[in-house]
């Protein structure tokens, strides 16, 4: 059984930072998409970012510049460094991963999740 436990998530003011890991219980080099989404209620789940096993990297476009995602499979971890935050970062944020090759952001494509850690961002 697959398990992807997020950690990080909390409360910062407008310009902070925040840094949020996911372990993954099994092999990462398994995984061709591993990503960051968000949600806020009554909303869908919107893709921040993604590490694709071939090395790619994309971005949500609001949050190019300021988030860094980072994969390694060696530790079997996903961490998103998130810098200069901003009020419309609040969300619940997912760690996310795929075994096939998916669009990148679409988050039916993905098989497994974790629980979520809330990000909260205040101005």
């Known amino acids: 059984q697959v398990q992807l436990v997020e950690s990080g998530g909390g409360s910062v003011q407008s310009g902070g930072s925040l840094r949020l890991s996911c372990a993954a219980s099994?092999?990462?080099?398994?995984?061709?998409?591993m990503a960051w989404f968000r949600q806020v209620p009554g909303s869908e789940r919107e893709g921040v970012a993604v590490s694709d096993s071939d090395g790619r990297i994309a971005y949500l476009d609001s949050v190019k510049g300021r988030f860094t995602i980072s994969r390694d499979n060696a530790k079997n971890t996903l961490t998103l460094q998130m810098n200069s935050l901003k009020p419309e970062d609040t969300a619940m944020y997912y760690c996310?991963?795929?075994?096939?090759?998916?669009?990148?952001?679409?988050?039916?494509?993905?098989?497994?999740w974790g629980q979520g850690t809330q990000v909260t961002v205040s101005s």
């Open positions: 996310a991963a795929s075994t096939t090759f998916v669009r990148w952001n679409y988050a039916e494509g993905y098989t497994y």
């Open positions: 099994g092999s990462t080099y398994d995984y061709v998409h």
